[in-house]
């Protein structure tokens, strides 16, 4: 086959661009022929509020050129303008309730038309899946016709080797932006004891209070954008990975955790109750809640054998998650709509 991918970003530590990321390679090693269209190969202007809209004009533009598609597969609302004018069956996938999460980045405002550009897009596709049970429910309810497939993560090209920079080592991986819980996390950090150490790996708009904390504390290590390898290597040398997300879809960083036999405090938010069983195979507790994360960290930190136990449990789960498995239902919802 050959397939169009088209994802407002492609490199990074998000979970959009890493689950592009392993689809490509994934269909690229069943020897599918793929293009991609993206924020790293067209036009955008890198100025919030601004950065979608640009992106979704300049991929418009980009994809009526490429032509002799089978599939024209879309990651995320912003992308469906460029799926609708393309050649080939249509396929969008959905990361999460797009208008809820435009409310809470950019106000009411912009969700409004969020929602009719969101109508609108739901009904260009031929197919629509959704990372999250959640995200499948919530558009299920307006008469679209949604299939559950889940993120996935290559498990046999993770690193080995473990990262530790310090002993009682927590990492945050991911976006430094309101909706992944930043302002909890720099709560938690400005209150975190000497003895444990927070590294926070990632950039985004939260970016200059992030460095504010680390300025007048010495047990918070910001290390900005990190490649995927050394991220890996990073969450395996850890005892704990938190994540205060306000809102999640399927979230690659914790199925990584997951892959490195870390153990994982997260929101209970979205598609992270999906994931995770709560003081099974890590710890969900209520987001915007610094008071709780604190204290969860220094219960766990203390308890290395419930530590490795959740963890192990955890390294367990994370296979049906492998690209393997998800994989395969890309490819039968292709040929679903091939034939």
């Not at 959905?94 to 969700?111: F, P």
Request: charged residues 25%; aromatic residues 6%; contains cysteine.
């Amino acid at each position: 086959m050959k397939i169009l991918l088209i994802s407002p970003t492609e490199k990074g530590i998000g979970g959009v661009a890493q689950h592009v990321q392993g689809f490509s390679q994934f269909l690229t090693n069943k020897n599918h022929k793929v293009s991609i269209i993206s924020s790293e190969n067209t036009f955008t202007i890198p100025i919030k509020g601004l950065k979608n809209p640009s992106f979704m004009l300049s991929s418009f533009l980009k994809s009526r050129s490429v032509k002799g598609n089978d599939i024209v597969h879309a990651h995320n609302i912003p992308s469906a303008l460029a799926m609708k004018k393309a050649e080939g069956k249509k396929v969008l996938s959905l990361h999460g309730i797009y208008s809820q999460q435009i409310t809470e980045l950019h106000g009411k405002t912009y969700s409004t038309v969020s929602k009719n550009y969101e109508e609108k897009a739901l009904n260009w596709a031929d197919s629509i899946t959704a990372v999250s049970k959640e995200t499948c429910e919530y558009y299920s309810k307006f008469g679209f016709n949604v299939r559950h497939i889940p993120n996935a993560v290559d498990l046999n090209n993770f690193p080995k080797n473990p990262m530790k920079k310090f002993e009682n080592q927590i990492i945050y991986a991911g976006r430094l932006s309101k909706e992944k819980g930043i302002d909890t996390l720099l709560d938690v950090a400005e209150r975190l004891p000497p003895k444990y150490n927070l590294l926070i790996v990632g950039i985004g708009p939260s970016e200059e209070k992030i460095r504010h904390v680390v300025n007048s504390k010495t047990n918070i290590h910001y290390l900005g954008y990190q490649s995927k390898e050394d991220t890996i290597s990073l969450i395996r040398g850890s005892d704990l990975l938190v994540q205060p997300s306000i809102m999640e879809g399927i979230s690659s960083t914790l199925l990584e955790a997951m892959g490195c036999g870390t153990c994982i405090i997260a929101s209970n938010v979205g598609g992270n109750a999906e994931i995770l069983d709560n003081d099974k195979t890590g710890i969900l507790i209520e987001p915007n809640n610094a008071e709780k994360l604190l204290d969860k960290i220094s219960d766990l930190l203390t308890k290395k054998e419930k530590r490795l136990a959740m963890a192990a449990e955890g390294l367990k789960t994370v296979t049906k998650y492998d690209w393997k498995q998800v994989g395969k239902l890309y490819l039968d919802t292709y040929e679903s709509l091939l034939h």
